[in-house]
């Protein structure tokens, strides 16, 4: 094996191992799956619309948004603005020019990256209906076949027909991006089953729902874009490369969803920060995941996490998106529109381009003139071209959380207790070619030592103090030292510039080098001694003593670390 791994060169070495190795690592805004051989993922919105005759229809919302602001948390946002804008050295909140003849001092009018496309074109309302459905064979979808070009796009589509009165047909359920663009008026429930890095869990969407829809979502990929059937698929193995937020209770049942239901071989799991790692060719680092609704920050030194100094905040690109609306309108350049990112989640996508298209971390003002677009059910898209001030303040809301206002929080781990003492009947045939039924708690494993079995508490603070803290943590100088020179930034707020000057860059996108690290460790664990079988998973679960563990080996870690770093 030695003289092989000598010899062997890193392409070949993916394209033999990585052929068969389909690599997922769910987040709260996207899910990314793709084949290890890959270079990179599909990626594709982690949501689902299901059609509903239901009057009035629920649309799951985030419920931990805090939709209903108080007097006093205005009144912090606008101070934690005005601290913002003494740092960018530009006007406060309030304050006027006190010479209007003078001109204004501003950045490029056209923005502030010439290699960014600009994202100002309007999106269309996804068609729900289909003319001239036909009945699809079991185990095969009706949707077209997106093509399964590696370019990590998020082509999306939809599935199974039912009648309207019309003459056309409702899809039964729609994924991704289209889901994102239904038009409120259409008998459609976005669901989106992982939110702030856990899973979705409330009253109004119980956990056999939750991962009904998981299960729905990611076979519609492993059938779409991978062309990989269910009858086809004990011929792979997964490697799952979960967020640090997720806890043993969740773990233990997005594996049950793996192995037993979309039937792969074997699974393997390991967390994003080290995952980071390795797809940066690394050995210590501080990771620091910006994802859509959360951050966290962990070390690793010489490929191993250190799980003391993990740190969980509790926004993300998201926020920065309503912060950007919120200081636009208090700015009075928001045109006289209804944009709701609760109602209507195609205005979030506006507001998430416009951010990724213009937002920096910069001194001085920063203006540019765009294009805006309003959507209304049943009316043409508007646009609305405009002048936006201040698109530097946004994203120091990572910095300034109250800039974001604070979200109110469910008692998320009551919710999980009371749902994790509940039986689910348990799936027992396969309806068109999905598993659309439902997953039983799985108590026998309740005690088994992987991750610790309650959620971890969210900080309070924003991301330069969580950093500090994190690698202060670790108590010794040395280590501190090699830290504060390689803080790793990844995730898709990443981008955003200005970031990157205070960090290492990636040498992998950010958006992708968790998955990519996963495909590594998992192209090069010969060994697979942490690996679980399906046979294994279902029949018996995990017994303690048995050496079999789903959490990162320091032995696997050794042997890939040495590989890389030859």
């Excluded at 979309?262 to 990771?287: D, I």
Aim: glycine letters at 6%.
């Amino acid at each position: 094996m030695a003289d092989y791994l000598k010899s062997v060169v890193p392409s070949q070495l993916v394209s033999e191992r990585g052929s068969n190795l389909i690599v997922i690592n769910p987040g709260s805004g996207n899910v990314r799956i793709g084949l290890a051989s890959q270079d990179v993922p599909f990626n594709i919105p982690h949501c689902i619309a299901r059609y509903t005759n239901q009057v009035p229809k629920r649309t799951v919302q985030d419920q931990m948004l805090n939709s209903q602001i108080t007097t006093a948390q205005h009144m912090e946002r606008e101070r934690a603005y005005d601290v913002v804008a003494s740092q960018l050295k530009i006007p406060f909140l309030d304050e006027e020019v006190a010479n209007n003849s003078l001109p204004r001092k501003m950045g490029r009018v056209d923005g502030f990256n010439p290699h960014n496309n600009r994202k100002d074109t309007a999106f269309d309302w996804t068609n729900v209906h289909e003319k001239n459905v036909k009945s699809p064979a079991a185990g095969e979808s009706s949707v077209n076949k997106g093509s399964n070009n590696e370019s990590g796009d998020q082509h999306d589509g939809a599935d199974a027909k039912e009648p309207s009165s019309s003459g056309n047909s409702f899809n039964q359920f729609i994924i991704g991006e289209e889901a994102l663009k239904i038009s409120p008026a259409e008998p459609y429930c976005l669901r989106r089953p992982i939110r702030r890095g856990h899973l979705n869990i409330s009253q109004h969407y119980p956990m056999q729902q939750v991962l009904e829809d998981l299960l729905v979502i990611w076979e519609w990929i492993l059938i779409e874009k991978l062309h990989i059937p269910l009858s086809e698929r004990n011929m792979y193995a997964a490697i799952l490369v979960v967020p640090e937020t997720f806890d043993n209770r969740e773990i233990k049942e997005i594996l049950s969803i793996v192995l037993r239901d979309l039937r792969f071989s074997s699974a393997v799991v390991h967390q994003e920060g080290l995952a980071a790692v390795f797809g940066n060719g690394l050995s210590t680092a501080c990771v620091v995941n910006i994802g859509s609704q959360v951050t966290s920050v962990i070390c690793v030194e010489d490929g191993v996490a250190l799980p003391s100094t993990e740190k969980t905040l509790p926004f993300g690109g998201e926020d920065i998106s309503r912060c950007f609306l919120w200081t636009q309108r208090h700015h009075q350049t928001w045109p006289q529109i209804r944009t709701d990112v609760l109602s209507k989640p195609i205005d979030l996508l506006m507001l998430n381009s416009l951010r990724e298209s213009y937002c920096e971390i910069r001194e001085g003002e920063l203006d540019a003139v765009v294009v805006v677009h309003s959507y209304e059910a049943d009316a043409p898209v508007g646009s609305h071209k405009t002048r936006l001030t201040a698109l530097n303040v946004p994203p120091m809301g990572l910095f300034y959380p109250m800039l974001l206002v604070p979200d109110v929080f469910n008692d998320y781990e009551d919710m999980l207790e009371e749902t994790w003492q509940m039986e689910f009947p348990r799936r027992s045939e396969m309806q068109d070619g999905f598993y659309p039924a439902v997953h039983a708690g799985l108590p026998m494993w309740d005690n088994y030592p992987v991750f610790a079995n309650k959620p971890k508490k969210e900080e309070k603070v924003g991301l330069a103090e969580a950093i500090t803290s994190s690698i202060l943590s670790t108590g010794r100088i040395e280590l501190q030292k090699k830290l504060f020179s390689s803080i790793q930034l990844i995730g898709g707020v990443a981008l955003t510039g200005g970031l990157i000057p205070a960090v290492l860059p990636s040498r992998t996108s950010p958006m992708f080098v968790s998955w990519k690290g996963g495909a590594i460790l998992g192209i090069l664990d010969f060994g697979r001694d942490a690996w679980l079988h399906r046979e294994d998973w279902i029949k018996n679960g995990i017994h303690i003593g048995s050496g079999r563990k789903y959490k990162d080996s320091y032995f696997l870690q050794a042997q890939a670390m040495c590989y890389i770093n030859s």
